[in-house]
């Protein structure tokens, strides 16, 4: 408020000052300065309006979890900074940029090319087993990645490297200003010169201000060149992972080429390491690089020529010894970085399955696999610092003890072999008087130690950029490994030169979109391996048709491939032969698939109900929150958006709902989208009878056909056909037709006559015991009566039983008998009770 209150008079004063200007100036340049100032103050209002509404649409926005869409099919979402939101336009990776980079990722070096299952001329991929290393694979991975982070010259990761390297020429700069300042401050101290003293401490003073704002620009422009760096290549590889291939789902289903951790591995671990250290290589590289050239240039002018030679000779054997001395750093941070994402995978997958882990009580065991996982890291980790201490002691000796001895002695060139000390030895040689000649001395001294220690500095870091580097290396590999696994998938670039039976190079079927129905021809159900290993054949080979209203039940006992005709269907397992045609999307007219675990996506209420939808989508279409309150109470979660808060209420749902809640709220789905054909998988397995009867007639209702998978029969009733499967053997047939009620019939009768002999079984079966009682052992022991029971026949069993002649013989006849009676009576009350249920 007090500041409020000094502006507003000061305001007051000016908006008076300008208003008796214009009234001493022409009524010509009155008007146009009135018009002027009308124009201002109406575009500042007019910015200020646009402003606070893109302001208020974004906070909407942000709160809905939604974004716009473009019309260059970019998105503009808005993210929360400070007390606002602020904009962000992410501009999708066009599919021609892919088809650019293909052959970098899928093309090793010599190479030759094949041909990809969509027709795209591919390379073999990046050959297997290649060792991270300071070869030309690594050159080759890091310019291909290179490509991405800079994909023009005129981005903005140009601009940062161009101000990156301005900073950095300037920092060079202002170290050979230091070294001169330095030896004249120190001249001038032992001259006893006063007043040229104080001012080489103003000028030293007034030179440490540019050199502090160089240091932290050079620091800060890394870190944004890292962050750009991450940008673009996270960006590029979400487009590759996101899309309609479904690369997300066959990276690790089908593909199997990540190796030490899932992609979240490769995505939030390995790839900021590489950015940052891609972005350190250019300041730790290119500095040096540029130190060396200018203060060899200086050290030569001021030493001679015969100094440079040595300095050259000294960094040419001191690269030699380290690069032989040097351990694999690249494959030992690749090794660490696997053990890492194995641990990392153990933890996640605890998380996971938390629950089940505490149900079964398996603590324990899940603690035997951490504490193994963290122990081979642990050992891996060790050997890395083992393998470093002692390089480590070599690096240092070298780098600080012997190049400062080496240092003393290029210095010492213009003082004992002035003829070879160039500069420095024509001024020893001048002939100056003793006091002017130390003096000259103490100045070429402190001069030239000053640019050998920045000279050594740089030198140092050249050789500790070499571990860099081979670290870098091996985070080059993984991203790399990454990308290019992930061009395979976008690709369908599989191709070996034997390929197995159902392996991915050994796809010859076809999945065509746009179809209205649903149809298999020929279409061999196979449960896919990891690439190139081949894969199982579930069901042999498959013809069915669904049309519209033809509702279909698909039947069996568990494993014989149910879900998996769901899988194939959507795209997400191969066609590896025949045709397979479906509609071409979701929504109206399309197909839908509701899988047997529930998806809770992060978001509102609302949004679990539109998924995959977002609600500027829903809005957009015409939609609104009254027909989602009466798409709940069709499937009786009326309730949910009291009980939770409303529409706009945020938590963990996945932990809120119950199975059955969440059931509900995948055909609640089902019900917005309104797709043509759906999927169902055991998608009623927790809700109650009158419910899931319920469900199903009101899918029914909406126009939607059927096809769901379970193996309950009590569903043959919402449905027309039925396609049971059974050991890789499958029959298609109508529900209801004269063949099956004659079937059942005819079972019918059989349990009917096998039940009347129940109660003669029975009765047997007691004779059989009394007779039992009767059986004596040697020695006048009566044998007890026969119990039914595992511990009673293992007694029997073990004791020295001495039966003798026809009593012995009659002992094991009555024995066998009872087990078979004991068994066919059993099986005659199973039968009465199963008979009974298919009556009813």
């Known amino acids: 408020m007090a500041n409020l209150s000094t502006l507003r008079p000061s305001l007051v004063l000016l908006l008076d000052q300008y208003t008796k200007l214009l009234r001493s100036s022409p009524r010509p340049l009155r008007i146009l300065a009135a018009t002027v100032l009308c124009a201002l103050l109406g575009g500042l209002y007019e910015r200020r309006r646009r402003r606070k509404a893109d302001e208020g649409r974004g906070r909407v926005l942000l709160r809905r979890n939604s974004a716009i869409q473009l019309k260059d099919g970019s998105r503009l979402i808005y993210v929360p900074y400070k007390q606002t939101t602020a904009k962000v336009i992410i501009k999708p990776t066009k599919s021609t940029t892919f088809d650019a980079h293909r052959r970098l990722f899928l093309e090793p070096l010599g190479g030759r090319k094949s041909r990809s299952f969509s027709g795209a001329d591919v390379g073999e991929g990046p050959p297997v087993n290649t060792k991270p290393g300071l070869n030309l694979a690594f050159l080759h991975q890091f310019l291909s990645l290179l490509s991405i982070m800079i994909p023009r010259l005129t981005s903005k990761e140009s601009l940062l490297l161009l101000l990156h390297t301005f900073f950095l020429i300037s920092r060079t700069y202002l170290s050979l200003v230091v070294a001169r300042l330095d030896g004249e401050i120190v001249r001038d101290l032992v001259a006893g010169n006063g007043k040229a003293f104080s001012w080489g401490i103003v000028k030293w003073l007034g030179v440490g201000g540019p050199a502090v704002y160089c240091n ?109 001395f040097s351990p694999p750093f690249g494959r030992l941070a690749a090794a660490q970085a696997k053990r890492e994402g194995d641990f990392r995978g153990l933890h996640t997958r605890l998380i996971g399955n938390a629950e089940e882990v505490a149900f079964y009580g398996g603590a324990d065991m899940e603690k035997v696999f951490l504490e193994k996982g963290f122990k081979d890291l642990k050992q891996i980790m060790e050997g890395i610092y083992n393998v470093k201490i002692q390089y ?99 690709s369908q670039a599989y191709s070996t030169p034997r390929p197995e039976l159902y392996g991915m190079a050994d796809i010859q079927g076809t999945l065509h979109k746009g179809y209205d129905g649903v149809r298999l ?69 399309g197909i839908m698939f509701l899988p047997q675990r529930v998806y ?218 009872k087990e078979n009676f004991a068994e066919a009576v059993k099986m005659g009350v199973d039968m009465e009770s199963s008979g009974q249920e298919e009556e009813e």
């Open 216 to 324: 932290a620009m050079i620091k800060y422009l890394q870190s944004k060149i890292s962050i750009a760096f991450r940008t673009r290549l996270t960006r590029y590889i979400h487009d590759l992972y996101l899309n309609d291939k479904l690369a997300y789902y066959k990276l690790g289903n089908l593909d199997g080429g990540l190796t030490g951790g899932g992609a979240d591995q490769f995505i939030t671990s390995d790839l900021p390491l590489f950015c940052d250290s891609a972005a350190a290589l250019y300041s730790s590289l290119g500095k040096p690089f540029l130190d060396l050239v200018v203060f060899n240039y200086q050290l030569m002018r001021s030493l001679g020529p015969m100094a440079l030679a040595g300095i050259l000779l000294n960094y040419g054997g001191t690269a030699w010894m380290l690069k032989k």
């Open 392 to 490: 480590n002691m070599l690096e240092d000796f070298v780098l600080k003890y012997s190049w400062s001895a080496f240092g003393y002695l290029i210095t010492s060139l213009p003082v004992f072999l002035p003829a070879w000390g160039g500069l420095g030895g024509v001024l020893e040689l001048a002939g100056a008087g003793p006091a002017g000649r130390e003096r000259d001395r103490m100045k070429g001294f402190i001069t030239n130690k000053r640019l050998m220690l920045s000279l050594a500095d740089a030198g140092g870091r050249m050789m500790y950029s070499f571990k860099d580097l081979s670290e870098l290396a091996g985070y080059t590999s993984r991203v790399y490994t990454l990308v290019s696994t992930l061009h395979r998938v976008h």
């Open 521 to 589: 021809e020929g279409v061999p159900i196979v449960a896919p391996g990891l690439w190139p290993r081949g894969g199982e054949e579930l069901v042999e080979s498959l013809d069915i048709t669904v049309k519209e209203g033809e509702h279909l039940l698909i039947l069996g006992p568990n494993g014989v491939g149910k879900s998996s005709i769901a899988r194939v269907v959507a795209g997400l397992w191969p066609v590896y032969r025949g045709l397979v045609s479906r509609p071409r999307g979701g929504g109206v007219d």
């Open 600 to 817: 809770l996506a992060q978001g509102t209420l609302r949004d679990q109900v539109i998924y995959p939808h977002t609600e500027m989508e829903m809005r957009a279409g015409g939609r609104s929150d009254h027909e989602l309150k009466g798409i709940l109470e069709a499937v009786r979660l009326g309730y949910l958006p009291g009980r939770e808060g409303g529409w706009d209420c945020r938590k963990e749902w996945k932990d809120v709902l119950s199975g059955g809640e969440k059931q509900r709220i995948s055909f609640a789905r089902l019900l917005y989208h309104e797709p043509k054909y759906a999927f169902i998988d055991e998608g009623t397995s927790a809700v109650s009878q009158d419910v899931e009867g319920l469900l199903y007639e009101t899918a029914k209702g909406r126009g939607i056909t059927l096809i769901t998978i379970s193996s309950r029969a009590q569903l043959k009733k919402y449905h027309t056909f039925q396609l049971q499967l059974d050991g890789g053997g499958w029959e298609f047939d109508r529900i209801g037709t004269e063949r099956e009620r004659s079937s059942v019939e005819h079972e019918l009768r059989e349990l009917k006559e096998k039940m009347k002999s129940v109660e003669g079984l029975r009765d047997r079966l007691k004779n059989v015991e009394d007779e039992l009682a009767r059986v004596f052992v040697q020695g006048g022991e009566e044998l007890p009566a026969y119990e039914e029971t595992e511990q009673g026949s293992s007694e029997l069993g073990e004791s020295a039983i001495v039966v003798e002649g026809e009593e012995a013989e009659s002992a094991k006849q009555v024995d066998l008998e």
